[in-house]
Every structure is written in structure tokens, then in C-alpha cells.
T-cell receptor, first 115, second 113 residues
Framework: KAGVTQTPRYLIKTRGQQVTLSCSPI?????VSWYQQTPGQGLQFLFE???????NKGNFPGRFSGRQFSNSRSEMNVSTLELGDSALYLC??????????????FGPGTRLTVL | KQEVTQIPAALSVPEGENLVLNCSFT??????LQWFRQDPGKGLTSLLL?????REQTSGRLNASLDKSSGRSTLYIAASQPGDSATYLC????????????FGTGTLLAVQP
């Protein structure tokens, strides 16, 4: 069974540009969550989607947005990039949402560098 | 507000040693706790998931325990190997209609051959 895939793996952008990252969850999984990982802040929750609906949102500015498609694939978009957005963006998939047993599986991440 | 702490921040041990990594959390109202490992520049690999009603879980050389009332979890690694070198992260899920995980800061483990 294929794992969580993320594309692209590496991305270099300049300040002010926008970027779209993609995540394909494990087949059959309907929940996708996004996290940002930086050396200073560690792993921080961005948002979660389940059945094309946003379930929860972390404490990030409105420049960070996401969506989920009917096949459970998800994209996140960051507009007007800032230097501080340089990070490893991780996507996690899970079978369902809101149940007591819910193991989450992470993809390899997209390394975004903003110059 | 839930806070998750991992001690020690870094650990270096000789190959073959048994070791314990610690994770503590401030709010005991959790749904589950998950341990991950992360190799440099890579994603997270799930190691063990402990539901709030469980006391421990085992997988191979790994054993994780959970004491909700004291807000603690430990990850025990038996007979450590150089391939175990990585950053180990614990994460708690608070519950409700969300899968949001709150992560600790991690323990960087180096196993010396």
C-alpha cells in the first residue's frame, strides 16, 4: 500500500510570490492534516480537512489556506510569501477524524525555501 | 493550553544499551498519544499509538507507556542500535472532532557503534 506522497519535495521561491503544495493521502484515508516544521517553533498544526471540509485550523495568518478534493487529495496555498515561511511542510493522513483510535501517517514533506 | 515537553533534548549512548525517552503533557484530557521518529530532513515515521484507555503498547524492541493522571509517557528502546539514531517526537491528540496533534520538542538520539 503506497504511503502519503507530497509534491514537490523541494521548492525555492522569492518573497511576495505564492506557492501551492500537494498531498495525496494513503488510499482510503479521508482525513488530511498539514503541519509546519521550523527549527525555532518545532511542529505546528496548520489545518485539517475531512471529507472536503475544514475541521480545524491552527494559529496561522490568512495567507495560509487549504482545500481537499473529492478523492481526498489536499492542497495548501501560501500567498505573499515571507522569509519566515521557509520550513518543512508535512502532511498527515488518517482513516477518519474524531475517533479515539486514529493513527496518523506522515508524508516525506515539502522543503520550502523563501529567498 | 496543552504543552508537551520532552526530556532530555539530546542523548548519546553506546550501542546495546537500553534507554528511556520521556514525554510529559500538562492537560491529561487526551484521546491518544503517538510516538514518531524523524530522520534528518525527512518526514515522520509512526512508531506507536497509545489510546487514552491503554497503559502501554509494544512493537519489537520498543515499548511505550502512558500514565494519563500524571501526564507522562515513556518510550523504552531495548538493545539500542546505530540505526535507532534519529529524533524522537511524542504528540498528543486532545480529542473532539479533530485529529490535531500537539507535538513535543523532540529528543535527538545518537547511538554510538
Amino acid at each position: 500500500k503506497a504511503g502519503v506522497t507530497q509534491t514537490p519535495r523541494y521548492l525555492i521561491k522569492t518573497r511576495g510570490q505564492q506557492v501551492t503544495l500537494s498531498c495525496s493521502p494513503i488510499s482510503g484515508h479521508r482525513s488530511v492534516s498539514w503541519y509546519q516544521q521550523t527549527p525555532g517553533q518545532g511542529l505546528q498544526f496548520l489545518f485539517e480537512y475531512f471529507s472536503e471540509t475544514q475541521r480545524n485550523k491552527g494559529n496561522f495568518p490568512g495567507r495560509f489556506s487549504g482545500r481537499q478534493f473529492s478523492n481526498s487529495r489536499s492542497e495548501m496555498n501560501v500567498s505573499t510569501l515571507e522569509l519566515g515561511d521557509s520550513a518543512l511542510y508535512l502532511c498527515a493522513s488518517s482513516l477518519t477524524s474524531g475517533t479515539s483510535y486514529n493513527e496518523q501517517f506522515f508524508g516525506p514533506g515539502t522543503r520550502l525555501t523563501v529567498l | 493550553k496543552q504543552e508537551v515537553t520532552q526530556i532530555p533534548a539530546a542523548l548519546s549512548v553506546p550501542e546495546g544499551e537500553n534507554l528511556v525517552l520521556n514525554c510529559s503533557f500538562t492537560d491529561s484530557a487526551i484521546y491518544n498519544l503517538q510516538w514518531f521518529r524523524q530522520d534528518p530532513g525527512k518526514g515522520l515515521t509512526s512508531l506507536l499509538l497509545i489510546q487514552s484507555s491503554q497503559r502501554e503498547q509494544t512493537s519489537g524492541r520498543l515499548n511505550a507507556s502512558l500514565d494519563k493522571s500524571s501526564g507522562r509517557s515513556t518510550l523504552y528502546i531495548a538493545a539500542s542500535q546505530p540505526g535507532d539514531s534519529a529524533t524522537y517526537l511524542c504528540a498528543v491528540r486532545q480529542g473532539g472532532a479533530t485529529n490535531k496533534l500537539i507535538f513535543g520538542t523532540g529528543t535527538l538520539l545518537a547511538v554510538q557503534p
